[in-house]
């Protein structure tokens, strides 16, 4: 499956954006799927997953009752909802597919996407 995001740019603290991840093939499905997110110079942090159905979601605890993670199937597409952006996100932004339909907090990620920059400023 090809992955690509989208949605990144410029916001300001207390702002919000909406990411899309949008995938190939009839598989996407049947794939859980999960956001990254990197800085420069540091290493890749999970963000949030979800499972293939929806009925799952994990989060990172830095981003809790901000960001939302959900997806339409019909669509092949999953989204991440950010709210109350805080300077401390900015990062580029990627998804990633599981050949599993068991959402993962970070491991186990078969497939990803070229990521989105999503810049907040104070």
């Known amino acids: 499956v090809q992955l690509q995001a989208s949605g990144g740019g410029l916001v300001q603290a207390g702002g919000s954006l909406r990411l899309f991840c949008t995938g190939s093939g009839r598989t996407f499905s049947s794939y859980a799927m999960g956001w990254f997110r990197q800085v420069p110079g540091k290493a890749r942090e999970f963000v949030a997953a979800?499972?293939?159905?929806?009925?799952?979601?994990y989060y990172a605890d830095s981003v809790k009752g901000r960001f939302t993670i959900s997806r339409d199937n019909a669509k092949n597409t999953v989204y991440l909802q950010m709210n109350s952006l805080k300077p401390e996100d900015t990062a580029v932004y990627s998804c990633?597919?599981?050949?599993?339909?068991?959402?993962?907090?970070?491991?186990?990620?078969?497939?990803w996407g070229q990521g989105t920059l999503v810049t907040v400023s104070s």
């Open positions: 990633a597919a599981r050949r599993t339909p068991l959402a993962s907090k970070g491991l186990g990620y078969d497939y």
């Open positions: 979800i499972s293939a159905s929806g009925a799952v979601t």
